[in-house]
């Protein structure tokens, strides 16, 4: 990699930001060709990838370390809704001239707050040159015991569908971003910060294999991601707007500007966790999760028959969200 002004060689940099990330014994200090992932008797590893890009899945002007934890906190929130504890991560980096030493000590900055705040730790990675825009790669590995992930086929006719947290945060957050005058009449900070910060529902993972019969996470849209679930199990499913769990800044928007519901709904980076379950199970799963520190609340149900999922108003009447109900292009 040729180094701009004052970025270090591939090599040193390697070993400036990222060696002190890499503590585990099987990651040997990232000095050699590869890593090992020893094995866990009675355990499966759960592997999974998301890639964030410049421009799509973060503006150039965010904080690096925010960049960082993002890129990170994306791929936990896909292991936490398998069933998943993260272990461990590897990081490909396309970097473009423009990151210097000071982006990339920020981004190392982020990722060694969420290692210990995740306990999770570096195996390894590549890093490359973009010609436009940077893209981080990471790979997650999270571990469970076996035969235990939980799939997007499970939802049976009849399971309540359940949401951990509050929807439309982060999506309100990135309008914000184009819109400032949105800030005007609301205060926006905790929807900035959530586009920013996913908050990734590893507390929640345990009671996921326990309770969910169905879980994917909540990353392109609410419905949309229902929709995931309903297609993979051959069902479809109802949802209140109404019982959707709103912050009280999202709540304000949505009330000033009554046309954000379609981004509430639809606008995803939400990360959090969508599950259905038996309807017997559904008040110890919320339950359980509060005792873990998370609210979790019934949205809706699913019915027999395949379809999307259908989303009802206040009044019952079923609403129509302009086809905005999923980011397809992610
Ligand atoms: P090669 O090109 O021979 O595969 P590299 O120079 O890409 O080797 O990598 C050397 C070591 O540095 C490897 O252990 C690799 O995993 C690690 N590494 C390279 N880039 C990163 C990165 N962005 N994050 C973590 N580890 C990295
Ligand atoms: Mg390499």
């Known amino acids: 990699m040729a180094a701009s002004s004052d970025r270090p060689g591939e090599f040193e940099l390697i070993a400036r930001y990222f060696r002190p990330l890499a503590t585990a014994p099987e990651a040997f200090s990232l000095a050699d060709d590869a890593a090992t992932l020893p094995s866990r008797p009675g355990e499966d590893w759960v592997v999974t990838k998301d890639m964030i890009v410049e421009g799509i899945h973060y503006l150039p002007d965010d904080p690096p370390a925010s960049i960082a934890r993002k890129a990170l906190r994306v791929n936990l929130s896909d292991l936490a809704a398998k069933g998943a504890i993260p272990v461990a991560y590897c990081l490909g980096l396309a970097l473009t001239e423009a990151v210097d030493a000071d982006w990339l000590a920020g981004f190392a900055a982020g990722l060694a707050g969420d290692q210990s705040e995740f306990g999770v730790t570096l195996l390894g990675g590549d890093t490359v040159r973009s010609a436009g825009g940077v893209t981080i790669s990471v790979t997650a590995f999270g571990a469970l015991p076996h035969g235990t992930m939980v799939h997007r086929s499970g939802a049976r006719p009849g399971d309540v569908v359940l949401v951990s947290g509050t929807i439309g ?162």
């Open 169 to 330: 945060d982060a999506a309100l957050g990135l309008r914000v971003r184009y819109q400032p005058e949105l800030a005007a009449s609301v205060a926006v900070g905790h929807l900035l910060d959530r586009y920013l910060h996913p908050r990734p529902r590893v507390a929640l993972a345990a009671l996921v294999r326990r309770y969910a019969r169905a879980a994917m996470d909540v990353s392109d849209g609410l419905v949309g991601d229902l929709g995931h679930i309903c297609r993979a199990s051959g069902v479809s499913a109802e949802i209140d707007a109404a019982d959707v769990p709103l912050s009280g800044a999202a709540r304000a928007l949505a009330t000033l500007r009554p046309d954000l519901l379609a981004t509430v709904l639809g606008g995803g980076d939400d990360y959090e966790i969508l599950m259905t379950a038996a309807p017997e199970r559904a008040e110890a799963l919320i339950a359980d999760a509060a005792a873990a520190g998370v609210p979790v609340t019934a949205i809706g149900r699913v019915l027999a028959g395949e379809g999307p999922p259908r989303v009802r108003g206040a009044d019952g009447a079923v609403l129509d969200l302009a086809g905005k109900t999923s980011w397809v292009h992610r």
